[in-house]
Every structure is written in C-alpha cells, then in structure tokens.
C-alpha cells in the first residue's frame, strides 16, 4: 500500500512538473512550435478564410510571437468557453481569442498588457421597428449571445432578458435571421464584420462597457508573459501593430 501510495505520489510529481514547465519559452523552442488556442468565428480578430486557413490579426499577433521564437505557429481551435481550460491543462500555450480582461478570468489565468479596447453591439433584423439603444431596450426580449463572452455575462445580469447562448456566433445570428430571437449582443469590430457581410444585419447600438482583450497564459508563467508583454511593445514601438490596425480595421 505504501508503494502504491509512494509511486502515486511520484507520477503526481512529474505530472505537475511537467505541466508547470511544458511551457517555458526553452520547452517551446524545444519543440519547436508556439500553440495557442482561439475559436475562430469572430472576425476580423480570428475567423476561416476560402482557403480553409484561420486567419486575422489575433492570428498575426500570434504569428508575431511565433517568428521571435524561431517556431512555427500552430492554432487549435476549440469553443470559446473550452480555451481557459485547456490553458489551466496545459493543452495550449496561450489564448489570443478577443478574449476580454475581467477579474474574474484574471482569477486563474495571467493576461498580457491591453493590446485591443472594445464595446458591446447590438445587433438586429435589418429594416425592423425593434432598435434599441442600450441594454435596457432589451428587457423582455430575447438574446442571443456567445457562451462564455462579455455580451453573454453583460446580458445577464440584466433582469426581464431572455438570453440564449450558442458555441458560435454564427449560430447565434443564424437564430436571428430566422426571427427565433430578437437581437444578437457580441463585441463592436466582429459585428460590423458580420454586418457588412451579410446587410440583412444592422447595428441599432454601440454600447461602451470599456474593455479591453488581452493574451492569456497559464497562472504564474511570468517568462512567456513577459515575453508577450515584450513582444506586443516591440510591434507597437515599430510599427509593426499600427500596419495591422489598419490591415484589419481600415
């Protein structure tokens, strides 16, 4: 019994330490890639092109990070409520998914300085007579929401709102289209990217709620955190970051 206990005890060992070091800019170079995690249906940040390729300039930020390294970029993609987990299980390297800083992620994962400010939109049915201009002009009407977004936690908390939560926000609009839901809520850039794709879409309402994204990694990785930190500075001081405002946004 004890040497059961004793090797249960040693594979406990090794498995935190692998997990608490599989991660380290020299476990990365060693293995020669940089994964992240993101869920890519939230254009212009991450989304699949005609080539079948993600791309986007979440993705171009990781590519950024990537090429310091000397690795290749790999990018899995997983349901937005499936990245913090498979950060905390040591499945990804980091998450660069529009993913906004709140305290409560904060909480278990560590986030590189502000690199986006975002606001929440409201999107409805083009040519409607519902067009509300804030949260408030949703109560008693239903919404559709990304689980595990900030438009999913602002919604809410709004007492008389009926939200109804889908894996992807082309689900979400896709409820919309067919008049099954009265208005969808996600983040300001990816829904004037779905608007002007599909214009039977209109934005009744920018709302700010002040936010910011930011890359997430494991809680206590302190050297790939300064890494990005160090990384984002080095786009923005060279440009680099301002050639990808305007490649994505303009």
């Known amino acids: 019994m004890k040497k059961i206990l004793w090797w249960l005890l040693l594979v406990t ?3 935190a330490t692998v997990l608490s070091f599989g991660q380290s800019l020299t476990e990365i170079k060693k293995r020669g890639k940089l994964v992240i995690g993101t869920e ?7 989304f699949v092109d005609e080539k079948n390729q993600v791309v986007g300039f979440d993705i171009d930020i990781a590519n950024e990070l990537a090429k310091r390294l000397g690795v290749k970029l790999e990018v899995v993609n997983l349901p937005f409520d499936s990245l913090i987990p498979a950060l905390q299980q040591g499945k990804i390297d980091l998450i660069i998914a529009g993913m906004t800083i709140t305290e409560e992620r904060a909480k278990v994962v560590d986030f590189s ?6 606001n929440q939109a409201i999107v ?43 894996q992807k926000f082309t689900d979400a609009f896709l409820e919309l289209q067919n008049g099954r839901v009265d208005a969808v809520v996600l983040d300001e850039a990816p829904a004037k990217a779905y608007v002007k794709k599909f214009p ?34 080095i786009m ?15």
């Open 124 to 166: 409805v049915r083009k040519g409607s007579d519902f067009l509300p201009k804030g949260f408030d002009g949703l109560v008693g009407k239903k919404v559709a929401v990304q689980l595990g977004t900030t438009g999913d936690l602002v919604v809410s908390e709004i007492k008389g709102i009926e939200v109804v939560r889908f």
């Open 236 to 250: 923005k001081g060279s440009g680099t970051y301002s050639k990808l405002l305007q490649k994505w946004f303009e």
């Open 40 to 46: 890519p249906t939230f254009p212009p940040f991450e």
């Open 113 to 118: 300085k502000p690199y986006f400010e975002a």
């Open 13 to 15: 060992f090794v498995m």
């Open 200 to 233: 039977k879409f209109t934005i009744s309402a920018v709302v700010d709620t002040g936010e910011t994204y930011g890359i997430a990694v494991r809680k206590g990785n302190k050297e790939l955190l300064n890494f990005v930190n160090q990384t984002l500075d």
